[in-house]
């Protein structure tokens, strides 16, 4: 039962002069969004008798996505969150959330934030990576998103910062410089979004005349896990991982290069399950000693066992079974089985020989 709710108000592209590679504002929310203030009344009011029957709900949120909301002119934004913050006075909401680009925070901005009640202010970083930057046509270097995550920090907002994956010079490496990145400046929040290539964007062309090759989905999970692990040891809640098919209009039709999946936490979560069990099973393997005793005992297929808490069991079976899959193609010498131990805490995972 979800005890979190999220009325998403979309503001597509309005006030964003620029034009980043992968961006199509227009597909990516698919709903057209408010226009004015009114819209964003109606829709708050919707949301609301929606969720006044969901039981255990404790929180709600107004979050205003799908552009560059502080690049709007300053009596928009006041306006969309003067209602807003109307909600929240009245106790009906608890939390204004807003998603913005680096190079469009300063103090005028952040003091009319302030005053007009914002908790969340999360950033399209994208990247770390200059290289990355510049070729996805992001117009802002890394300078402005440290400085800018600096003073969302020093006026106590909760800053996010949001990360691609799989942008044009993207590598493994720049990934990880970008994870890295992100922990220093110590958000509370984060999400990963693996580039979906979409429609009508410059960077579906770059993709069609072949000067864009997306990386495979093994490299692009690995990637992602990778980052989602660095950020979340580094103690960051990770809030979102992959686009939700909600947000594309028609993934069959708007995603090309097989750049979307609609299950990329799943697969992101079952790598790592996979690649701490296997690491751990190769320790076993390695117990030379004990394991010719072990070999002789059972006959030759060793019994080892895979244990995850309840919450975690689908991750280590993987997205449609696939780590069991995995397992038992490539290690045939031993008997396996995937068990449930709830003293282990979520994501974490424990291979045991059985004697
Ligand atoms: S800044 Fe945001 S809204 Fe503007 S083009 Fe880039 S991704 Fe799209």
Known sequence: MKRHAIIPIFIPHRGCPNDCVFCNQKKITASSGPVNAEDVRSKIDLWLTTLKDRPGLETVEIAFYGGSFTGIPMEEQTAFLEIAKEYKDRGLV????????PDYIDEEILDNLKRLSVDVIELGVQSFDPKVL?????????EVVERSARMIKEYGFTL??????????DSYESCIHSAKKAVELQPDIARLYPTVIIRDTELYDMWERGDHIPPNQEEIIRRTAHMYKILTEAGINVIRVGLKSSDLINDDVDAAGG?????????????LARESLE???HQILERSVASEAADRRSGGCRKVSFYANGSSMSEM????GENKKYFTENYPQFSLRFEKDDS???????CREKE
Not at 160 to 169: F, R, V, W
Not at 259 to 271: I, M, S
Not at 317 to 320: D, L, R, V
Request: hydrophobic share 40%; net charge positive; glycine share 12%.
């Open 94 to 101: 608890q939390k204004l959330h807003l998603s913005t680009r």
């Open 279 to 281: 690491a751990q099973l």
């Open 134 to 142: 510049e070729a996805s046509k992001r117009g802002h270097n890394i």
């Open 317 to 320: 079976i993987g997205w449609q």
């Open 160 to 169: 996010g910062i949001q990360l691609m994956i799989g942008l044009p010079e």
């Open 344 to 350: 282990l805490a979520d994501g974490q995972y424990v």
């Open 259 to 271: 750049t979307y999946h609609p299950a990329v936490k799943q697969l992101v979560c079952g790598f």
